[in-house]
């Protein structure tokens, strides 16, 4: 996201940490967020697949929702929410009228409430969106937000709170720490197992040292969560998903509870319901697409790709696109017509030249989450 010289940008709890630990910032949704420490980013990103990183990622908006809200909330995603039994958590995505995406978030149902984990850059809108539909909605402003992924992060963070251990993914739970409550879940952005915790501020400082103090957790910044993401198939909003593009056009068709599916015993309901279900149905007019472009050259976000070498229109475009470290090779996920045959080789367009990118199953690295 881009900023202007003048704007302020919001410092997280932890910049004096960071900084400490020689953290390069950039802006990012309006806050000032570390990018890569001193080894950078793709050392960042091969020790968070072998190891553990632990990720900042305190913009993301936290918000608690009254315990009976679920069914209000399920008139406004197309996800089986009342479906979701306690101590489980699902993820979701506002929709419009047009069968868009206006985010997508993570729904964790706990024993007293409803916990939500929002989009930085969307954070305002979301909570506009809520608080128009249904009472109580409640943004939480005095905890931070940290990630901990990779193989061993269960092994680090039951060194401080054994009881996690027993989580399997998607599980959520709430356990003490020097006298404060941390929220957990068994999940993340890397795919890769991991947690996200939500720390109270006073806490956090101290919490994100103690995981640091062990030698298979490090720091790890914006630039390799976002090579880690795209390598594990998962879409950025704004990206692979926005007003204009569909669940089903961005693969995100299997979020849709079958309960909320044509036959289910809450068909629809939500906003958008008949063009989503439809194209569920019948086939949506794009399609998401994983693709290895040949060569070093990566293909980034916006490069627009065409099925022949010379000529013709575009058939669609990259949504992201970059090294990935692990594949040792670039990759890239782009947003094609559905007409295009699945094995046709396609073209991006790089400063002025086309270069061949092969169609490829996602993710590119297979998950490790803890089932």
Do not use: C
Request: net charge negative.
């Amino acid at each position: 996201m881009a900023e202007t010289a003048d704007e302020t940008l919001i410092e997280l709890p932890l910049q004096g940490l960071h900084a400490a630990r020689g953290a390069k910032f950039v802006p990012f949704a309006g806050y000032s967020m570390p990018v890569h420490y001193a080894e950078g980013v793709m050392a960042e990103h091969l020790w968070t697949r072998q190891h553990a990183g632990l990720f900042d990622v305190s913009h993301m908006g936290q918000v608690l929702l009254p315990k009976d809200a679920l069914a209000g909330l399920e008139a406004l995603i197309p996800a089986d929410l009342l479906g979701l039994p306690e101590g489980r958590q699902r993820y979701g995505m506002f929709t419009n009228a047009a069968g868009g995406v206006l985010d997508d978030l993570m729904v964790a149902h706990r024993p007293g409430d409803v916990f939500l984990v929002v989009n930085a850059a969307r954070k305002a809108h979301d909570l506009a969106h809520l608080r128009a539909h249904l009472p109580g909605v409640e943004e939480v402003g005095d905890r931070a937000l940290l990630a901990l992924q990779g193989p061993e992060a269960e092994a680090a963070l039951a060194g401080l709170l054994p009881g996690v251990a027993a989580m399997r993914f998607m599980d959520v739970a709430v356990m003490g720490w020097q006298g404060g409550e941390l929220w957990l879940s068994r999940s993340g952005y890397t795919g890769e197992d991991g947690f996200e915790i939500s720390v109270p501020v006073a806490l956090a400082e101290g919490f994100a040292q103690a995981l640091l103090a062990d030698d298979r957790v490090r720091p790890i910044g914006l630039g390799a969560r976002d090579s880690l993401r795209l390598e594990a198939g998962l879409p950025l909003y704004g990206q692979e998903m926005d007003a204009g593009i569909s669940p089903i056009e961005a693969g995100q068709g299997w979020a849709i509870g079958k309960a909320r599916r044509a036959g289910g015993a809450r068909a629809g309901g939500f906003p958008g319901a008949d063009v989503i279900l439809d194209q569920l149905a019948s086939g949506a007019p794009r399609r998401r697409v994983g693709l290895r472009p040949e060569g070093r050259a990566p293909m980034r976000m916006g490069v627009p790709l065409f099925v022949a070498a010379e000529g013709g229109e575009p058939i669609g475009r990259i949504t992201s696109g970059g090294f990935g470290p692990s594949v040792g090779a670039p990759v890239a996920i782009g947003l094609i017509d559905a007409s295009v045959p699945a094995d046709a080789t396609l073209y991006g367009e790089v400063r002025g030249k086309r270069l061949p990118a092969a169609q490829v199953p996602l993710p590119f690295v297979s998950p490790g989450y803890k089932r």
